[in-house]
């Protein structure tokens, strides 16, 4: 007997059922869509499941920043994250990081990482560290600058502006200032902001 999916090749790509994607738990993902599902999704949708994430950390008083990897063939997702600096108490929960440790060890050179916000140096390093053959960047408005670092490693990077992603952000940069320098520079920066200026 096959298990019937919630999501299949008659179901609308809907923001309900993009934000289902984006809360369930990655490994659970084939109970919730089947893999014709999973080839219909676009980079559009996998941004817009980015931009999802982000806002689940945003809503857990966190950096709204959330990620997604996807393995290229297939377009099935293998890792999921969101930036958790504050609810997990932890300098480097970045969205990056998160979909990284979520997907685990795999080969990432078959895989692409979908960000809602240009990634920091660190997190564009560990991209390139770890192999990764193509990165789309839902956010060049608020941050940028590792875009060149990642082509100059070898790595495919796409814009793909999000501009429900650009507004969460801009707006939680303006509400706390403070927690965005954190999460880019470190506590020593919002503690002794001319130290690092």
């Known amino acids: 007997m096959t298990m019937q999916t919630l999501l299949n090749q008659q179901t609308a790509k809907s923001e309900q059922a993009l934000n289902a994607i984006a809360h369930m738990p990655t490994k659970s993902l084939s109970v919730l869509m089947d893999d014709d ?32 990897i996807v393995e290229n063939s297939s377009k099935q997702i293998v890792g999921k994250g969101h930036n958790t600096l504050v609810q997990d108490n932890h300098p480097y929960s ?7 440790r979520d997907a685990g060890r795999l080969d990432f050179s078959q895989t692409t990482l979908y960000t809602s916000l240009s990634p920091c140096v660190v997190c564009a390093t560990l991209l390139y560290m770890r192999g990764f053959s193509r990165v789309v960047v839902g956010d060049i408005t608020n941050a940028c600058g590792t875009e060149t670092l990642l082509r100059e490693k070898g790595i495919q990077v796409d814009i793909l502006q999000d501009q429900q992603g650009i507004a969460l952000y801009a707006g939680f940069r303006s509400e706390k200032p403070e927690q965005d320098l954190e999460d880019w520079q470190g506590l020593s920066a919002v503690i002794n902001p001319t130290a690092n200026g």
Do not use: N, W
């Open 37 to 68: 599902f999973s080839r219909s999704l676009t980079d559009a949708d996998f941004m817009r499941i980015a931009v999802l994430l982000a806002q689940k950390s945003y809503e857990e008083g966190g950096c709204p920043i959330g990620a997604v």
């Open 94 to 100: 970045h969205g990056e990081t998160s979909a990284i």
